[in-house]
């Protein structure tokens, strides 16, 4: 006998925990751990895709064509402007040019065909117009400005500014009615 049974006091050991029969777990939480599985699964391959496989895909000319179909997928349609056509003008545009003085402008006017519709958004933005236009005058020289392959390719040019500015490409002709270097 020990000690502590020796002054009366007796200790019972704790019993056995009985062990318990396991029941089966119910379908609820196999399928909740499926769902849990297939979900890690599908993050994992997302992640690798964008992160590992499409840069290196991307190199490749299968990648660029795939990259261009989808820029042709997601580019966002385009304003059909539709009516009879209307002329529009801007007139008075006045550009110092680039050079090594400054003290030479170019003053204009510009004329455009529209359709009829088309015609109030033009006359809306008809100062961002303005300013997208000076933008691309200032950074030529007087020079530049002076040939008839300036000309020519600025009209393109001012198309595609205006157009630029205003949502589906409105603007099928754009021609000088006036311009002065001095």
């Known amino acids: 006998m020990t000690e502590i049974e020796d002054r009366g006091l007796h200790i019972e050991e704790p019993d056995e925990p009985e062990e318990q029969e396991s029941k089966p777990l119910s379908p609820l939480y196999k399928w909740a751990g499926l769902v849990m599985v297939v979900i890690g699964l599908g993050v994992g391959a997302f992640f690798l895709t964008a992160k590992v496989i499409l840069p290196?895909?991307?190199?490749?000319?299968?990648?660029?064509?795939?990259?261009?179909?989808?820029?042709?997928?997601?580019?966002?349609k385009k304003?059909?402007?539709?009516?009879?056509?209307?002329?529009?003008?801007?007139q008075g545009v006045t550009v110092n040019a680039a050079g090594p003085r400054g003290l030479q402008f170019v003053t204009f006017d510009l004329n455009m065909q529209v359709p009829e519709s088309a015609k109030e958004a033009l006359v809306e933005k008809e100062n961002q117009i303005r300013g997208a236009l000076i933008a691309f005058f200032?950074?030529?020289?007087?020079?530049e400005l002076s040939t008839r392959e300036f000309h020519n390719a600025a009209r393109d040019t001012m198309r595609a500014?205006?157009?630029?500015?205003i949502e589906g490409e409105p603007v099928?002709?754009?021609y000088f009615t006036r311009f002065l270097i001095q």
């Open 56 to 76: 290196l895909l991307k190199a490749t000319p299968i990648g660029e064509k795939m990259l261009q179909v989808k820029q042709k997928i997601n580019k966002p």
């Open 79 to 90: 304003k059909v402007w539709k009516g009879p056509m209307v002329d529009h003008a801007i």
């Open 138 to 143: 200032v950074e030529r020289t007087v020079k």
């Open 161 to 165: 500014i205006i157009n630029s500015v």
């Open 172 to 174: 099928d002709t754009a």
